[in-house]
């Protein structure tokens, strides 16, 4: 299962105990703010792409949306999102629980800046009800991510 992964990683670091598991699904924004509490905006979303034939991770707010002529002119390609069973495939996490931890080798994900107005966020844990509470410094550490990008629109104009 995809949260024992996530589960093995996080105890490594000392923070399994800080994984939030939810009796309701947080499988989309509005379900996950709903459980943890917190306004939509605050979810750190995983969005998963096809890029050269690999995976590519964009964790972004909630609010935010994939700006497709940020993500042509970063990634060189038209931003093409996995099916569910490629995401399956590719990251070992099912849609509902894609997250930035314990993926394969290879997978690249980068950190939108649209999170960056939060002093925490919350990612999911790698099942559809389950989170975890990160600062965006330990979001980057614990994601390994490759750099913070500017991919999203629509959040500016909802500042929370």
């Not at 947080?26 to 306004?39: F, H, P, R, Y």
Request: hydrophobic share 40%.
């Amino acid at each position: 299962m995809s949260i024992e992964k996530v589960r093995a990683y996080f105890r490594a670091l000392g923070r399994e105990g800080d994984i939030l598991e939810f009796p309701v699904s947080s499988a989309t924004v509005e379900l996950a703010a709903q459980a943890a509490g917190v306004i939509p905006a605050r979810i750190a979303k995983t969005l998963s792409f096809l890029v050269d034939g690999g995976c590519v991770l964009i964790v972004a707010a909630g609010d935010a949306k994939i700006d497709n002529g940020k993500f042509k002119g970063f990634f060189h390609t038209k931003a093409k999102m996995l099916t569910p069973e490629q995401a399956v495939e590719m990251t070992g996490h099912a849609v509902g629980g894609v997250c930035p931890f314990a993926n394969p080798e290879g997978v690249r994900t980068y950190l939108d800046v649209s999170l960056k107005r939060f002093d925490t966020v919350f990612p999911a844990a790698g099942s559809s009800n389950s989170a975890i509470q990160l600062t965006c410094d330990e979001l980057a550490e614990y994601s390994h991510s490759l750099e913070w990008v500017d991919l999203c629109k629509g959040w500016q104009e909802e500042e929370n």
